[in-house]
T-cell receptor
Framework: GAVVSQHPSWVICKSGTSVKIECRSL??????MFWYRQFPKQSLMLMATSNEGSKATYEQGVEKDKFLINHASLTLSTLTVTSAHPEDSSFYIC????????????FGPGTRLLVL | QKEVEQDPGPLSVPEGAIVSLNCTYSNSAFQYFMWYRQYSRKGPELLMY????GNKEDGRFTAQVDKSSKYISLFIRDSQPSDSATYLCATNSGGYQKVTFGTGTKLQVIP
């Protein structure tokens, strides 16, 4: 299967700072990537769809000015949590659409964010 | 009503048992069905991917879809402690529409 990486795997920051998370497709080009958020013992919540070369599409209730997404190349999408607060602490996971055209996604290993 | 319903468990079974994990869904437009395995503090890993009704087997894993009853299942034969994880069902209607995930079932295989 296709390989997706994320960096960093975990980050601790102070309230009010901004945090950038990178998502890379390692062995394929991904025109579309997805950003999810997962709280403990809960399922994945889609935050936004990231399209290479265009603006991201955000799900209802997700603040686009809070969660900045940049998909500047076919292998890299970034999520920046701006002015992070403790309630932003969560597990953030990215995924990329299957490069072979199947209706499925391959996920990165996730980034655990803790805002103090 | 959630579009995809899944019993959160936890489900505990002895090693070697046959495990049955299930989901129901409400949208008859769903055509593509997936099962993901997620270990603690890791991203989901694609296990099975099927289209429409029928069965698909891959090693110890069998995915089953019954579109008439909107019911999807994952069977694990000869379960191993390494199978202990949360299993997420997922589905979409095709056309690269959003994938809808179940809440996941936590499985524990006891040695």
């Amino acid at each position: 299967g296709a390989v997706v990486s994320q960096h960093p795997s975990w980050v601790i920051c102070k309230s009010g700072t901004s945090v950038k998370i990178e998502c890379r497709s390692l062995d394929f080009q991904a025109t579309t990537m997805f950003w999810y958020r997962q709280f403990p013992k809960q399922s994945l919540m889609l935050m936004a769809t990231s399209n290479e070369g265009s603006k991201a599409t955000y799900e209802q209730g997700v603040e686009k000015d809070k969660f900045l997404i940049n998909h500047a190349s076919l292998t890299l999408s970034t999520l920046t949590v701006t002015s992070a607060h403790p309630e932003d602490s969560s597990f953030y996971i990215c995924s990329a659409r299957d490069p072979g055209g199947a209706e499925t996604q391959y996920f990165g290993p996730g980034t655990r964010l803790l805002v103090l | 009503q959630k579009e995809v319903e899944q019993d959160p468990g936890p489900l505990s079974v002895p090693e070697g048992a046959i495990v049955s994990l299930n989901c129901t869904y409400s949208n008859s437009a769903f055509q593509y069905f997936m099962w993901y395995r997620q270990y603690s503090r890791k991203g989901p890993e694609l296990l099975m991917y099927t289209y429409s009704s029928g069965n698909k087997e891959d090693g110890r894993f069998t995915a089953q879809v019954d579109k008439s009853s909107k019911y999807i299942s994952l069977f694990i034969r000869d379960s191993q402690p390494s199978d202990s994880a949360t299993y997420l069902c997922a589905t979409n209607s095709g056309g690269y529409q959003k994938v809808t995930f179940g809440t996941g079932t936590k499985l524990q295989v006891i040695p």
